[in-house]
């Protein structure tokens, strides 16, 4: 194991090592965090639409959003890379 080798190996020890220490001083604060969010899973054509929080409607709405605009981009996309 050359040197790069063992730096490596210290460098990816350390990175986890402050994430946990991270995750560790939040714990206690954990329960008085508020979490907001949502996601867009796609299984084949069909997708998944996940919203949780308070204002997970204004984010199911903007992802509904960014689908659309992302279908049309690439229905434009591929309509002027024929012409």
Do not use: H, Y
């Not at 949780?52 to 434009?76: D, K, R, Y």
Request: no cysteine; glycine share 10%; hydrophobic share 65%.
């Amino acid at each position: 194991m050359n040197l790069a080798d063992k730096f490596a190996l210290l460098l990816i020890i350390a990175g986890v090592s402050i994430i946990i220490l991270g995750i560790a001083l939040t714990l206690p604060n954990f329960q008085q965090i508020s979490v907001t969010g949502g996601a867009v899973i796609f299984i084949g054509p069909i997708p998944i639409f996940l919203g949780w929080g308070a204002p997970s409607e204004i984010i199911f709405l903007l992802i509904l959003l960014m689908l659309v605009l992302t279908v049309m981009g690439f229905f434009l996309f591929r309509s002027a890379r024929r012409s």
